[in-house]
């Protein structure tokens, strides 16, 4: 099963850990490339462009959208 997680905080890390050691298949995406790669690199699944990470290596960042999504609370 592939999960996608949006964010990059405590719940995050907790949940994509579990279900990585659980075997799970997870794509991590958040508002900041950087973060999202570094968590995706932590727990060995595929950061914000898409790729795995190479074993004890680390994802490339790229092609991850930029800015504050539109639509939220602060719009209204």
């Given amino acids: 099963m592939r ?3 949006l964010g990059t905080g405590d719940m995050a890390d907790a949940l994509g850990t579990q279900w990585a050691r659980a075997g799970y298949e ?3 995406g958040g508002r900041t490339p950087s973060r999202a790669a570094a968590l995706a690199e932590r727990i060995g699944a595929r950061g914000p462009d898409g790729r795995k ?11 991850a959208a930029r800015g504050r999504p539109r639509g939220g609370a602060a719009d209204a």
């Fill in 3 to 5: 999960i996608g997680i």
């Fill in 26 to 28: 997870l794509l991590i």
């Fill in 53 to 63: 990470p190479a074993r004890g290596g680390r994802v490339r960042r790229g092609g």
